[in-house]
């Protein structure tokens, strides 16, 4: 499969735990996305990098929040202390570098936390 | 607030019927916008991408318009399917570095037999 692949699928944690997810993008992508979905919405931007550089990121990502995407290739996203209001669908996408480069979604990561 | 508004919520037709789902935005300024079709549990797939200078654009069934002026979208999807069922997403991108999408909170499409 040489699409976007997001581990785990589903992840479900207490409440202070700390989660980590991982996103493989499309190999030659440059740019990788974090998004986030919670039930019956559009998915909100997180922050985005180009290669290992992490571009920007939305006030969304609260310092709990830290991504990284340490060679330039696959990206973790990592909550710290997660809350009940962290839980939602995480979706990672890549593309190539151009800003009408369309942008390959993951099947996401769902979390729950308890 | 860059915001983009989608109609309507949700949308039930019969199989082989025609649909049109309508988008507004307030993203300034302006990129391209894009539709994107996701399923239920699954990662969105886009269906159609038109910059500022497209008004029309087709993907088989699928057909988007844009008016840049009036900052409207529609996708018409001709002859549904059932597998035509899922939500459809109202993208809009700024002029910014990265590309960073802004979603609608999308029209959720069922299609009976």
């Known amino acids: 499969d040489t699409g976007v692949s997001q581990n785990p699928r589903h992840k479900i944690t207490k409440r202070g735990q700390n989660v980590t997810f991982r996103c493989d993008p499309i190999?030659?992508?440059?740019?990788l996305y974090w998004y986030r979905q919670t039930l019956g919405q559009g998915p909100e931007f997180l922050t985005y990098?180009?290669?290992?550089?992490?571009?920007?990121k939305s006030r969304l990502l609260s310092d709990r929040f830290s991504a990284e995407r340490p060679k330039g290739s696959f990206s973790t996203l990592e909550i710290q202390r997660t809350e009940q209001g962290d839980s939602a669908m995480y979706l990672c996408?890549?593309?190539?570098?151009?800003?009408?480069?369309?942008?390959?979604f993951g099947p996401g990561t769902r979390l729950t936390v308890t | 607030k860059n915001q983009v508004e989608q109609s309507p919520q949700s949308l039930i037709i019969l199989e082989g019927k025609n649909c049109t789902l309508q988008?507004?935005?307030?993203?300034?300024?302006?990129?391209?916008l894009r539709w994107y079709k996701q399923d239920t549990g699954r990662g969105p797939v886009s269906l159609t991408i038109?910059?500022?200078?497209?008004n029309t654009k087709s993907n088989g069934r699928y057909t988007a318009t844009l008016d840049a002026d009036t900052k409207q979208s529609s996708l018409h999807i001709t002859a549904s399917q059932l597998s035509d069922s899922a939500s459809y997403i109202c993208?809009?991108?700024?002029?910014?570095?990265?590309?960073?999408?802004?979603f609608g909170t999308g029209t959720r499409l069922a299609v009976r037999p």
């Open positions: 996408a890549s593309s190539l570098n151009s800003d009408l480069g369309e942008q390959y």
């Open positions: 190999s030659e992508h440059n740019r």
């Open positions: 990098f180009q290669n290992e550089a992490q571009l920007e």
């Open positions: 988008c507004n935005y307030t993203v300034s300024p302006f990129s391209n």
């Open positions: 038109m910059t500022f200078s497209e």
């Open positions: 993208v809009v991108s700024a002029k910014s570095s990265g590309d960073k999408l802004t």
